[in-house]
């Protein structure tokens, strides 16, 4: 699969110039509020119609200015997750998937109903009306109703940004094995760092209607100068790794390229691949190996990159066995430990700093 | 003290006649029309609106002097109808209908427009990328959800269609089992000495069916409120 958007609208005091392709798996589309996220989503989904551009799906021409081509919504096949739920209130949750059965396309067996409803852990609400559901529920019936209608691509738009954070942690597992059971693309649209940092594949990170930095996930958080667009306190590299064992004392025991990795004890399996999003500001820096410390991480590796900032701060990238790890720390601190490019170093991380929300399913 | 008399009893039947097929003649295209005023946006859409609420504003008597002059056997319309369907409309049961449903039309778009307005629209495209063509969206999701207005609309409609006088008197007359409806009985008795009790009864008569027919509509709408939005 792949997408390839390319738009150009001027709307006032705020121009959209973007272009990026999406393959299979999660690509996410990152930016703040009025980066002009949503404008591509209803772009590609056919709500809207730039004054120039071209979109293509799978070689399709969805949209083309040149062509003169604008195929309407309901004969793109693009799945469409929305910021609220948006089930038809006349209907019950059965009729709600029904509807997408029955004007969705014509079923080739990549989705089944009772896959779905299983991966989704929706089969107990089959019967209900949507007034009755949580919001958490509503929205998983919506996921669930666009993947029946057979999409090539599903666009989930903020879909988590109308909810609590209880309901969000609640929906991201749920997204996570629909990532890794489901054959449907996904462009993931979302300001949240924390969702793309767990969800994403790919990552399309756009700023004030540009975009600024594609490549992997890894790649992209691994990379220095993206910090500020992805905030000072939100920052960090993602770190994989596997469970290797649950303790005694109530941390689980990971194993990553850079050695051993103790974290408060995970909700997953043992042989479970995991990614951890390691905040820049958790991390501290020594330039020899630390002794008679509290915290239980310890992880050597090289300076790769130095980023200045304008402030006293600054941001160390440390490269370990393939591994990236981003340290946030003072201008004094790089000077005193005399940190340049190349340098041996070791990266001390607490254990109880990874908060739960920042591990999800490699 | 009531009293139903032949003229009296054709009076309110013919009314009745005439104010249900009015409701249901000026329903599907106050539902296509107020769709058109909410969702889409075209050139003279202003000047659609306009038109619409004519009836309401301008007095009743020019509305029937307007239909006579354009459906009138001399008319436009009226010559066409007459010369090749041979049907005429004017001074018949069905001139009525026609003044009774053009005169509540703008109160039937206006109660359906304000209840296609609650819809999301986003709803609507939801469906549309779940691959239903536009006209399915529309009966699938607007309509339904939108019926709680039309049963409002449908009634007020009625209503209306029921009290039409100053319209349907110009346009059709005043021709007692023929063209004769309860208010223009109410009239012509008032006319005459002696009728004082037939216009009474039907004024209680006018009373009970403009009251039965505001509760009903209550009530369904609430009823249907409840189906659609669940709840």
Known sequence: ?362 | MLYFGEQELAAILLSLKIAIWATFLSLPFAVWVAFLLVRRRFWGREVLNALVHLPLILPPVVTGYLLLMFFGRAGFAGQILNDYFGITIAFQWTGAVLAAAIMAFPLVVRSVRLSIEQINPDLEHAALTLGARPIAVFFTITLPMALPGFVVGAILGFAKALGEFGATITFVGNIPNQTQTIPSAIYGFLQMPGKDQGALTLVFVSIFISVTALLLSEWLARRVQKRVHGQ
Request: charged share 20%; proline share 4%; glycine share 8%.
């Open chain 1, 1 to 362: 699969m792949t997408l390839n958007v390319s738009i150009r609208h001027q709307f006032s005091g705020f121009n959209l110039d973007i272009a990026f392709s999406a393959g299979s798996g999660v690509t996410a589309l990152f930016g703040r509020s009025g980066a002009g996220k949503s404008t591509i989503a209803q772009a590609i989904s056919g709500a809207f119609a730039p004054t120039e551009g071209h979109i293509a799906l799978n070689e399709e021409v969805l949209f083309s200015s040149e062509q003169r081509v604008n195929r309407p919504a309901h004969r793109r096949g693009i799945g469409y997750v929305f910021q609220q739920d948006l089930l038809f209130p006349h209907f019950s949750v059965q009729g709600n998937l029904e509807y997408a059965q029955r004007y969705g396309r014509s079923q080739t067996g990549t989705t089944n109903l009772s896959e779905i409803l299983d991966i989704l852990g929706i089969d107990h609400l089959f019967h209900r009306r949507p007034a009755g559901l949580s919001g958490g529920e509503r929205q998983r019936v919506a996921i669930a109703r666009a993947l029946l209608s057979n999409p090539s691509l599903l666009v989930m738009d903020e879909p988590l940004s109308a909810l609590d954070d209880p309901r969000k942690a609640e929906i991201l597992p749920y997204i996570e094995r629909l990532r890794d059971h489901s054959q449907v693309p996904i462009l993931y649209i979302s300001h949240s760092v924390s969702e793309i940092a767990r969800l994403a594949d790919q990552v399309v990170a756009i700023d004030n209607g540009r975009v600024i930095k594609t490549g992997s996930a890894t790649d992209v958080f691994a990379d220095p100068n993206i910090v500020p667009q992805l905030g000072l306190q939100s920052a960090g590299a993602l770190l994989t790794a596997t469970i290797e064992k649950h303790e005694d004392d109530g941390l689980s025991k990971l194993q990553s390229a850079s050695g051993p990795i103790y974290l408060p004890r995970l909700d997953a399996e043992i042989g479970q691949s995991v990614r951890v999003r390691v905040l820049a500001q958790d991390v501290m820096l020594s330039s020899v190996q630390p002794e008679n410390i509290s915290a239980l991480n310890v992880i050597q590796g090289r300076v790769s990159a130095i980023k200045l900032g304008r402030g006293p701060g600054a941001i160390v990238s440390i490269e370990s066995a393939g591994n990236t790890i981003l340290a946030r720390v003072t201008r004094r601190s790089v000077q005193a430990l005399n940190l340049e490019i190349g340098s041996s170093c070791f990266a001390i991380i607490k254990s109880v700093s990874v908060a739960p929300n920042q591990i999800g399913r490699g």
